[in-house]
């Protein structure tokens, strides 16, 4: 056996995998097919500040927020005329919205994987078969040197949107590819436009189509057109018309062509996102317009979610079941991500003559009323999932199988942030107005036994008493009363269990239930003994 889990692509999706995997203490072997790193234009072009906080566990998030542009405003216009600007807030970790190409990102992912002695990068496998039994899967692989065949016991598909391990699988792919085409275009070019998000409805240089644009390092736009069915880009290029296009655009100013690329978008999933001991993740489960910027995204949430498991099952503290769960929550945040993409989609392209007739009016009210502009869709921007049916999650409270809320604390008169203190593995999170009033839920929670390891964090408000935490427990100190008072702990005691992945999965005030919370969420079936 090469090693516990292969990953099959080398993009973010399966480099975040084997990087979370690593941090788990789970060897692994990353299949690339292409011989090195390939940069193909900006491509995913946005990242999601709460998802910098899956990269911030293996040390990637600071270099691509430094030298991303990060964003926190995105401006509808209609005919040229701005109608809304929504305003996204800044937490006290990442902005909202980071922006800088998916090929950096892959560059800088690339660099950490070589670096970690339980990653191992192999450039130019491609995976040509594969099969699997009880005991693990076993793929073939055509190299530069020949085939082989390399085992493992367990293997992650994340081989993009024309996946081969989905078709190899016999894995069904439900939904459509969309009719329209869209031409991207990456422009360097110094404009005089804030460092935000526009996005255009009919605008003069698109007319009765739509137009994004998005702001990226080193002067470079990223500018998204939809195109009308007879647009022949190699031909605009050839002739000079493409120049015209983004002239019309940006004006007389300089500019270079960093890439060009056409493509169309679709909206599809698998019907299972494991099957055996094969499990889907990025685009090679789930693929979804560029509205929101949910495509990488959701596929490196994918990675968090599922590289915990994984490393609980293949210890023996986790059961099988777990790995179901992955299906499960994951799944169900496709689908979400689907039904908000398609609700853009029949918007943006309206599928009959009448949307297209209400359409119209609504933009042309959109302009001269307020009311109407709240019912232009321009893409709702991408957000971590609450896993609110998931067998492994308490329910009761909004927060259970949430992205756990950050705060600034201080550790030891150290600044950091809640989240900082979560991700190596499970950790109980003890809210309390003073160390006193949480020792008697430690106490309790350490009565009975934990079946895996977790870590306790005490968090007080700023003005509470001076105290020592007690031994082998963290005491984090607010900065402000907000971070306690929305976890409940502002007046008296409360617990919460967050995963490694982040997300809240059991929430008490005593904490006897505590070893059994602990316990449930790591099988679905003692979910209800701890409840109990």
Not at 187 to 193: C, E
Not at 382 to 411: K, M, N, Q, W
Request: with cysteine.
């Amino acid at each position: 056996m090469e090693a516990p889990v292969g990953i099959v692509g080398a993009g973010p999706v399966g480099l975040v995998a084997a990087l979370r995997l690593a941090g788990h203490g789970v060897p692994c072997v990353l299949l690339e097919a292409n011989p090195h790193l390939v940069k193909q234009g900006s491509k995913a072009c946005l990242i999601q500040g709460d998802v910098l906080e899956v990269l911030d566990k293996f040390g990637c998030a600071d270099p691509i927020a430094e030298e991303g542009v990060t964003w926190d405003v995105a401006r509808t216009y209609v005919r040229n005329r701005e109608i809304r600007a929504a305003r996204f807030p800044r937490g006290p970790g990442f902005g909202p919205f980071v922006n800088i190409s998916q090929h950096r990102i892959e560059q800088i992912l690339v660099r950490a994987a070589e670096a970690e002695p339980l990653c191992e990068l192999r450039w130019d496998h491609e995976v040509i078969d594969v099969r699997q039994d009880e005991d693990g899967v076993t793929v073939r692989v055509r190299t530069g040197t020949g085939e082989r065949e390399l085992a493992f016991s367990y293997l992650v598909a994340c081989d993009g949107v024309r996946s081969r391990l989905r078709e190899l699988m016999g894995v069904r792919w439900t939904g459509y590819t969309h009719r329209d085409r869209f031409l991207i275009t990456d422009i360097k070019a110094k404009l005089p436009l804030a460092q935000e998000r526009h996005f255009h409805y009919d605008p003069h240089f698109n007319p009765g189509r739509q137009l994004v644009m998005h702001p990226q390092p080193h002067d470079i736009w990223r500018i998204d057109w939809q195109l009308p069915p007879d647009a022949d880009i190699d031909a605009e290029r050839a002739d000079g018309r493409f120049d015209q296009r983004v002239r019309a655009v940006i004006g007389d100013i300089p500019y270079e062509v960093d890439w060009v690329s056409t493509y169309r978008f679709h909206q599809r999933v698998v019907e299972r996102l494991r099957v055996g001991r094969v499990l889907f993740a990025g685009d090679a489960a789930h693929a979804l317009p560029p509205y929101g910027s949910r495509g990488m995204n959701s596929g490196i949430q994918d990675a968090d979610n599922l590289a915990w498991k994984l490393a609980l099952v293949l210890s023996g503290r986790g059961g099988e079941e777990l790995l179901d769960s992955y299906h499960t929550e994951r799944y169900a945040a496709a689908l979400e991500n689907l039904r908000v993409t398609e609700a853009t989609i029949r918007f943006m392209v309206p599928p009959n003559l009448v949307r297209r007739w209400t359409r119209a009016a609504l933009l042309r009210l959109s302009r001269i009323l307020g009311l109407a502009r709240r019912h232009v869709n321009s893409g709702k921007m991408a957000e971590p999932y609450t896993y609110t049916d998931s067998p492994i999650v308490e329910r009761g409270h909004p927060l259970l199988g949430a992205f756990a809320p950050d705060g600034e604390v201080t550790v030891d008169g150290v600044p950091t942030r809640l989240r900082r203190l979560l991700g190596a593995g499970f950790t109980g999170l003890v809210f309390a107005p003073g160390v006193a009033e949480a020792l008697p839920v430690v106490e309790a929670a350490r009565a009975r036994p934990w079946d895996l390891p977790a870590r306790l964090v005490i968090v007080v408000p700023p003005d509470a008493p001076a105290a020592a935490a007690p031994a082998g427990t963290t005491l984090a100190r607010a900065t402000g009363p907000a971070l306690p008072e929305t976890y409940g702990g502002l007046d008296q005691p409360v617990w919460w269990l967050a995963r490694p992945d982040g997300h809240l999965s059991a929430t008490g005030g005593s904490g006897e239930r505590f070893a059994a919370a602990l316990r449930a969420s790591a099988s679905a079936g003692e979910l209800s003994l701890a409840k109990g």
